[in-house]
């Protein structure tokens, strides 16, 4: 008997059509670009690496200077929630976001956090301070949203990544790019000016900041880029995440700085270090500045930087150290101009000038 033939094997109709489906999918993967990403990463003054959402549509902000750093960037929108010390205490704030009152308050005078107000706010992104640095990680946590700390505190260089870095979250590069520029060129116009003048013959100055004679900060670029000297610069913070210290009267006598410039930002009445409280100190009578009768007023950051006041203190600082070589600066019209390059905001200056008075400083 001869054996039956076995039929050759071979794959049925529905094994051809996966195998064709699995070969159009491979390639199909191999021509299209990679897939886009739904995060990115940045890494903040802490040192975190935290994950943004590639598409941020609300943010909750508990740093002032980020604040008007998105302002800047022209995302006001975006804010879905802000801090007491804005709304409460920045005579421009609401020029520059008028619907900033109707805004819900999620960080108190105190600095806490209502954390309940920030989930049910739902945030993309939460910016806040690097003071407290727990206080990022805790808030991250108990929030599930990604928390960025960032500040400058009073170094040029980092108000100028901060930009960048928040212009990235909120893919406003060019925009970033745009007011870095724009900061690095006032900046180099002041340092044009000062830059051929000798270490030695600069002008040594003291810093008198928040409400108090005997703090200072260690470290303040608009004094540096003006061509100024901070005698502090030596010093280290007195506690961390701050670029202050608290020093002696016998620090100042001993230093004896050519200028004394005291923290302005407030209200006249508010303020509790004045130019006249100084120059009649008798602790401070042999003080070069004070027998020199130059002791003035600054803007300072006071809660984090405005941006744009930082530059408007360079210039200020500028005629204050080298009232010859500045003399034809009209701080008027270029604070104005900066605050209308920076925020799109009119007369920003003159306003400014209505509350604390800044454009009486160097009559003093």
Avoid at 65 to 76: P, Q, W, Y
Wanted: glycine share 6%; aromatic share 10%; proline share 6%.
């Amino acid at each position: 008997m001869t054996a039956a033939k076995l039929p050759k094997s071979r794959p049925d109709s529905w094994t051809v059509l996966v195998v064709l489906f699995s070969a159009a999918l491979v390639g199909a993967l191999c021509w299209a670009g990679p897939a886009e990403k739904a995060f990115f990463t940045v890494k903040d003054e802490l040192g975190r690496m935290v994950s943004i959402p590639q598409k941020v549509e609300r943010v909750i902000s508990l740093q002032p200077e980020a604040t008007r750093l998105i302002v800047a960037l022209g995302c006001s929108e975006k804010l879905a929630g802000l801090d007491y010390f804005l709304t409460k205490f920045d005579p421009l704030f609401g020029h520059l976001v008028p619907k900033s009152h109707g805004l819900p308050i999620v960080a108190y005078e105190d600095t806490s956090v209502n954390v309940e107000s920030v989930i049910r706010l739902d945030p993309d992104v939460i910016f806040a301070s690097p003071y407290d640095a727990h206080v990022p990680d805790s808030l991250q946590m108990k929030t599930g949203k990604p928390v960025v700390a960032v500040s400058s505190l009073g170094h040029f260089d980092k108000l100028l990544n901060e930009t960048l870095l928040i212009g990235r979250a909120l893919g406003k590069n060019a925009r970033a790019e745009q007011l870095v520029g724009y900061f690095r060129d006032t900046a180099d116009r002041v340092d044009k000016v000062v830059r051929a003048i000798p270490q030695d013959k600069r002008p040594r100055a003291y810093l008198a900041f928040w409400s108090m004679l005997t703090r200072t900060p260690v470290s303040y670029d608009p004094v540096t880029i003006a061509g100024g000297l901070n005698v502090a610069r030596s010093l280290a913070p007195s506690y961390p995440g701050s670029d202050g210290a608290v020093v002696s009267v016998e620090n100042i006598l001993s230093w004896d700085p050519d200028i004394i410039l005291l923290h302005g930002n407030y209200r006249p009445a508010e303020r509790q270090v004045t130019v006249e409280s100084v120059l009649g100190d008798r602790r401070l009578q042999s003080v070069k500045a004070v027998r020199d009768k130059r002791v003035y007023y600054t803007f300072g950051f006071w809660s984090w930087w405005d941006p744009a006041e930082v530059l408007v203190e360079t210039l200020y600082l500028a005629k204050v150290f080298y009232p010859d070589l500045f003399r034809d600066l009209d701080l008027a019209r270029e604070g104005n101009a900066i605050y209308k390059s920076v925020y799109g905001l009119e007369n920003g200056y003159s306003l400014l000038c209505r509350t604390i008075k800044c454009d009486d400083w160097l009559k003093n």
